[in-house]
């Protein structure tokens, strides 16, 4: 029971474009949400996260949405660089703090 | 700052041997996980540690699997025997605390990568 998806595996994105990575979770009880970047051979990297008594968050090229009554959240990068090649895992939290991570998007910037 | 330290990075072991990994949180984190990551998917919770006390070892497979974090600090997770299903990246992680949102968030270690022949 894959509580938290990210149903696409893959993402190529050209240099200066709009990266959109997107994410849906089924259990309501989600009331904090974050994405996560990772680099071969490296550890996740926390990257930016939203309270579910908001509906966006930015933070300089990063802006996360969340559409509660679809259960979905999105991230956007813009513009997208080279540099944010990586893979990018979306994860839900509820009350206790346990984090739930989806399957991962690679996503690849084209120069 | 350092971050989460981990060891080894890379182990190769064959199936029956026994495997340890060791981590180190970032210093002050109270709170301290231990993940599985299996190829091409997300990170999943093995076990959580509060200070020294497991407060979420309900996915970590208690036949084969232990883990410690006697001092509150450094932790080590066990694999006795291991198995070829095993193979996958062992990912540690700490945070402040799981109150508040501003204190759970989690920091990772760059993992230990296990292969299991």
């Known amino acids: 029971d894959q509580q938290v998806k990210q149903n696409s595996p893959s993402l190529s994105v050209q240099e200066g474009r709009i990266s959109i990575l997107n994410c849906d979770y089924t259990?309501?009880?989600?009331?904090?949400f974050l994405w996560y970047k990772k680099y071969p051979a490296e550890g996740p990297t926390f990257l930016i996260s939203?309270?579910?008594?908001?509906d966006k968050n930015e933070d300089g090229r990063f802006t996360v949405f969340l559409n509660k009554s679809a259960k979905h959240l999105s991230l956007h990068i813009v513009p997208s660089q080279p540099g944010d090649s990586a893979v990018y895992f979306c994860?839900?939290?509820?009350?206790?703090?346990?984090?739930?991570f989806g399957q991962g998007t690679e996503l690849s910037v084209k120069p | 700052e350092a971050g989460v330290v981990q060891s080894p990075r890379y182990k190769i072991i064959e199936k029956k041997q026994p495997v340890a990994f060791w981590c180190n949180p970032i210093?002050?984190?109270?709170?301290l996980y231990w993940y599985l990551q299996n190829l091409g998917q997300g990170p999943e919770l093995l076990i959580r540690?509060?200070?020294?006390?497991?407060?979420?070892d309900s996915q970590l497979p208690k036949d084969r699997f232990s883990a410690e974090r006697l001092k509150g600090v450094d932790s080590t997770l066990k694999i006795q025997p291991a198995e070829l299903g095993d193979s996958a990246v062992y990912l540690c992680?700490?945070?402040?605390?799981?109150?508040?949102?501003?204190?759970?968030?989690?920091?990772f270690g760059p993992g230990t990568r296990l292969t299991v022949l």
């Open positions: 992680a700490s945070s402040l605390g799981t109150s508040g949102r501003r204190t759970n968030t989690q920091y």
């Open positions: 259990n309501s009880m989600f009331d904090y």
């Open positions: 939203i309270s579910s008594i908001k």
């Open positions: 994860a839900a939290a509820n009350q206790g703090g346990k984090l739930i």
């Open positions: 210093s002050g984190h109270n709170t």
């Open positions: 540690y509060e200070n020294e006390e497991a407060v979420d």
